[in-house]
């Protein structure tokens, strides 16, 4: 059954084959009608491609848990989204956009940051988390301190060492910027900005971050098939790591505490600081294992430059070590390299929206 | 006939229903609430800066079953702007009532549905950024026994997950009449915080809980 907001990939294909067909065919009015008749077609060819390719995922992907009927989906909201996701109007001195720590070209994430700088080139605590398939998110930021998709967005806007602005003066500063009007009144109906419509737009361009075209999901849609150094990786895979990286997602959305040493000179405790639970003290957001090779450092505070030391880490810690030898570990990255999704990270449209470039100085 | 009685209905329903306004006064050293936001008291005597709340949920109701609830699901009450703390009921005339409810906070539903519009906006600051959840209930000012910074306490009241969940229910008895008035009184709430001892209250942990149970006992 196709989601309400999206459809699933073998519905994309079907609809796209249907409008190539139509496309190719020869027109058939009378000679004057031609060109008119192929600029009709060719823009509902436009239209329906991109209300399809909005949000689709694959057939064996879970339901996503964000409640689209409360949001739902519109082209032109995506695309107000997508601006406001790389304009740095949205920091206090104009210098941070969201894109700033979760570059389209690492999927999302900071790499070769373990810990991100905002405004002032002041330095966080935390790596900054890859997004992508944030529909399935039920909770967000390496503690959790979020737990929904659109106020999500108030941290990073309001934190003194990220974007060091407020919502209010967000808000204040996108009505003065008379594009934004127009991007507004397309995406709202009106020109009326309101946080509330900025944080909805953020999150749907948000949620059409979905990966899920890396080999392994060739391999399971059949139309590849993994190499024996891989076949043997995802079998430690699944006895080793799939109760919390579970597949399609690759996370199954809960915390843990993975063994890590607390870094004394960050201090952070993880998901014990927003619950205040003794229980939850060094518990951290499982991440997804997707587009490892696009998000180095790993770990909440981005200590292991490479994958390697992370395996190493699992296999040495002392409570509940994983038996893992050192071809173990070369055949689980070997599978864990099929995960790596170049055509999430190289989609033109979730890049840079290249009419920003002539926007005027403002 | 048969086309003139749904108006008629329509007529005495109007002419029937009656608005009964809910008057939220706080009241502190016995007298109604001035805030002073102008910084100009530096602790040389207590002072309220700000106190901005979040009612959900308005009820009349009748031997407990409801007899009017307010347009607005959610009410955002600022004691600097007065005309937020005062709203109407539309009450069905002849219709007896005994009781005022409401939650006071955002419900926790609500709290948990993402971003919304208008008093919930999280544009008005009340909501928190560095985690999930409203602000249900903000008092801010200074007073000379005060420790922090500048003598200034900071109640920030909030939070809608378990085990620290800060909505509460209220419930009043009242009397029928044009307007209801509900005292807030701040010197219980006063009485019962030590300004000295506690003072800065921002998270949901089991002393925000705490002060919210403290908090229903204000509304008279």
Excluded at chain 1, 298 to 303: A, T
Aim: aromatic share 10%; with cysteine.
């Amino acid at each position: 059954m196709p989601n309400k907001q999206g459809v699933r990939r073998g519905s994309v294909r079907k609809w796209a084959e249907r409008l190539r067909a139509q496309f190719c065919s020869p027109p058939l009015g009378p000679e004057a009608l031609r060109p008119f008749l192929l600029l009709a077609v060719l823009g509902s060819l436009a239209m329906t491609a991109e209300r399809l390719s909005d949000f689709a995922y694959p057939d064996y992907f879970p339901a996503p848990t964000y409640n689209f009927d409360a949001n739902p989906l519109s082209g032109e909201k995506i695309q107000l989204g997508r601006r406001l996701f790389y304009d740095e109007i949205l920091s206090a001195d104009g210098t941070v956009s969201c894109a700033s720590c979760h570059s389209p070209y690492n999927a999302f994430a900071h790499t070769d940051h373990d810990l991100s700088h905002g405004i002032g080139d002041q330095i966080g605590t935390r790596n900054a988390p890859a997004l992508f398939n944030l529909a399935w998110s039920t909770s967000f930021h390496r503690d959790g301190a979020h737990h929904h998709l659109d106020l999500q967005a108030l941290a990073p806007i309001s934190h003194p060492a990220e974007m060091g602005s407020n919502i209010k003066d967000v808000v204040a500063r996108l009505r003065g910027d008379s594009l934004y009007a127009a991007g507004f009144a397309r995406a709202w109906g009106d020109p009326v900005i309101t946080g509330e419509r900025v944080l909805k737009s953020l999150a749907q361009f948000q949620l059409t971050l979905v990966s899920a075209g890396a080999k392994y999901d060739r391999v399971r849609e059949q139309k590849d098939t993994f190499s024996d150094q891989e076949q043997k990786g995802y079998a430690l895979f699944k006895t080793y790591c799939n109760s919390c990286h579970t597949e399609p997602l690759f996370t199954n959305q809960g915390f843990a505490k993975n063994g890590l040493e607390v870094d004394t000179t960050l201090n952070d405790f993880g998901r014990i600081v927003i619950t205040t639970l003794p229980a939850d003290n060094l518990l951290f957001k499982i991440p997804s294992l997707r587009n490892l090779s696009f998000t180095h450092p790993y770990m909440h505070d981005g200590r292991f430059r490479k994958l390697r030391q992370v395996l190493e880490h699992y296999a040495d810690r002392l409570n509940d070590p994983l038996p893992l030898a050192s071809n173990d570990q070369a055949d689980l990255i070997a599978f864990l390299l099929t995960l790596d999704d170049r055509a999430f990270v190289f989609d033109r449209r979730y890049a840079f929206p290249v009419e920003m470039r002539s926007v005027p100085e403002r | 006939m048969k086309h003139l009685l749904p108006i008629l209905c329509l007529f005495f329903s109007t002419l029937s229903a009656q608005e009964v306004f809910i008057d939220f006064q706080p009241v502190m050293g016995g007298k109604a609430l001035v805030i002073d936001d102008t910084g100009a008291a530096a602790g040389a005597e207590k002072v309220v800066e700000a106190m901005r709340f979040y009612l959900s949920d308005v009820a009349l109701r009748s031997e407990g079953q409801v007899v009017s609830t307010s347009d607005k699901r959610h009410h955002l009450l600022d004691a600097a702007q007065p005309e937020t703390m005062r709203f109407p009921l539309s009450v069905p005339a002849g219709v007896a009532y005994d009781e005022l409810s409401f939650t006071l906070g955002v419900d926790s539903l609500t709290a948990a549905s993402g971003a919304f519009g208008g008093d919930l906006d999280p544009t008005n600051g009340m909501y928190w950024t560095w985690r999930s959840g409203y602000i249900n209930f903000k008092l801010e000012g200074t007073a000379p026994e005060c420790p922090a910074r500048k003598n200034r306490f900071q109640f920030h009241v909030g939070g809608f997950q378990g085990p620290f969940n800060s909505e509460r229910a209220v419930s009043l008895g009242v009397s029928p009449g044009k307007t209801i008035p509900v005292k807030i009184d701040l010197d219980r709430f006063f009485d019962q915080i030590n300004l000295a001892a506690t003072y800065q209250i921002m998270s949901p942990d089991d002393r925000s809980a705490t002060i919210a149970d403290l908090l229903v006992e204000l509304f008279r």
